[in-house]
């Protein structure tokens, strides 16, 4: 069965700082990767993904992702935090055949706050 | 504009009743899906369609039910037998293929008075 874990439930960082948010995954085939975003009270929105291709994957608000296989890793990062990045983070993973459907195993989420 | 309507945004149940959720997507998507969101916890699956008039159970189907009949729309009922549906409720849809984005609605929030 396909899992994926985060392990840091908060990460707390100064404004203007590097953020990372850690992703690990667990898959018997070849992964497909994605993070989201939720702010208080809303449905998530879509980051990036990783499908194939280069490892380092660029997506919405200045936000990258780095996949290693070797790690089985999937963190994500941005380079100069904002105040408006404070919100809740999710990584999920599908690597199901297509038979058993296209949905998303989540992992727990991590709470990210950005201080001025 | 294209996107995921969900309504009610908030909906107060009583015990014994059962409750449906609405879910109206006009991305043209084949998939579409339920989770469940509780506080300080990631999502899990409820139900997920692939396409009109099929549906799956996904991990925590019990005391829930779905219909499609049309492409665009999968409302979910929270039965009585849902114990503790007290919860955050989010509808996704996606196209069909692996590689595919699941694209959330703005979510609903249930709550047992």
């Known amino acids: 069965a396909q899992s994926v874990a985060q392990p840091e439930d908060q990460v707390n960082v100064a404004e203007g700082n590097p953020l990372t948010v850690k992703c690990t995954y667990s898959?018997?085939?070849?992964?497909?990767l994605f993070w989201y975003v939720q702010y208080p009270n809303r449905g998530l929105q879509f980051l990036l993904k990783y499908i194939t291709g280069d490892n380092l994957v660029k997506g919405s608000y200045g936000f990258e992702a780095e996949f290693n296989k070797s790690q089985t890793s999937f963190h994500l990062k941005k380079p100069s935090a904002l105040v408006s990045d404070s919100a809740l983070y999710f990584c999920a993973v599908r690597d199901l055949p297509k038979a058993a459907g296209n949905k998303l195993t989540f992992g727990g989420g991590t709470r990210v706050l950005v201080k001025p | 504009d294209g996107g995921i309507t969900q309504s009610p945004k908030y909906l107060f149940r009583k015990e014994g009743q059962n409750v449906t959720l609405s879910c109206e997507q006009n991305l043209n998507h084949d998939a579409m899906y339920w989770y469940r969101q509780d506080p300080g916890q990631g999502l899990r699956l409820i139900y997920y369609?692939?396409?009109?008039?099929?549906?799956q159970k996904g991990d925590i189907a019990e005391g829930y039910s779905v219909s499609r009949e049309k492409k665009e729309s999968f409302p979910l009922t929270v039965t009585s037998a849902q114990k503790n549906p007290t919860a955050f409720y989010l509808c996704a849809s996606s196209d069909a293929g692996r590689g595919n984005t699941i694209y959330f609605g703005e979510g609903s929030w249930l709550t047992v008075v």
């Open positions: 369609s692939q396409i009109v008039n099929d549906f």
């Open positions: 898959v018997s085939g070849n992964p497909y």
